[in-house]
């Protein structure tokens, strides 16, 4: 059964911690993306890769940070420079950029107490 | 970079009217304008999308048009059931129209009552 899979589903975090979150696909895709959501503030990117070893900042980068060293495997970290941590966050995968649909995976929401 | 507002925040209509979202965007090389739909507590769907090369697209009950010129482009659902109870969301292509990064609107709550 192909999909994109994120653990842990929930998180919680005390402040000054580091955490990564796990995002593992075997759909075979190239490209890999990061969003968050809060509420009322609809999906922001945080990080893309379009291919092994490469990644982008998306338009919130700022005390996150990636890597792509497997094409299945995109972690993201969120850093204790990240000022407000606390919400939903989104990976997803698509294709190539002939094929414009995003998969989602069902989410990590992270709560920095 | 891009900026895609999305309109109305919430919608509320009786089970069997129309909806119609509404989205405009900022950057006119965007080519690419997908639809997702976010039930409660579940990952956000493609439900329809559309190229620049088309003015308007339907699947079933769902219709997206496009206007290049005005730089806006809308859902429309008719006859709608509860099952259309949902968080949409409009997005458009990147800088360049790059396919690689999207844009999202904010979200429009559509609770559908029956």
């Known amino acids: 059964d192909g999909g994109i899979t994120q653990s842990p589903k929930y998180l919680f975090r005390k402040e000054g911690q580091n955490v990564t979150l796990s995002c593992e696909q075997n759909l075979n895709h190239d490209a890999m993306y990061w969003y968050r959501q809060d509420p009322g503030q609809g999906l922001r990117l945080i990080y893309y890769s379009q291919i092994v070893n490469d990644f982008q900042k998306g338009d919130i980068a700022e005390g996150y940070s990636v890597s792509r060293e497997k094409k299945e495997s995109f972690p993201l970290t969120v850093t204790s420079a990240q000022k407000n941590p606390t919400a939903f966050y989104l990976c997803a995968s698509h294709r190539d950029r002939n094929t414009g649909e995003l998969f989602f995976g069902e989410g990590s929401r992270l709560t920095v107490l | 970079g891009e900026n895609v507002e999305q309109h109305p925040s919430t919608l509320s209509v009786q089970e069997g009217d129309s909806a119609v979202i509404k989205c405009t965007y900022s950057?006119?090389?965007?080519?690419?304008f997908p639809w997702y739909k976010q039930e409660l507590g579940k990952r956000p769907q493609l439900i329809i999308d559309i190229r620049s090369n088309v003015g308007e697209k339907k699947d079933q009950r769902i219709a997206v048009t496009l206007n290049k010129t005005a730089k806006h482009f809308s859902l429309h659902i008719t006859e709608t059931q509860p099952e259309d109870s949902a968080v949409y969301f409009c997005?458009?292509?990147?800088?360049?129209?790059?396919?690689?990064?999207?844009?999202f609107g904010k979200g429009t709550l559509l609770t559908v009552n029956p």
């Open positions: 950057d006119s090389a965007s080519n690419y």
């Open positions: 997005a458009a292509s990147g800088s360049g129209g790059s396919n690689y990064k999207l844009t």
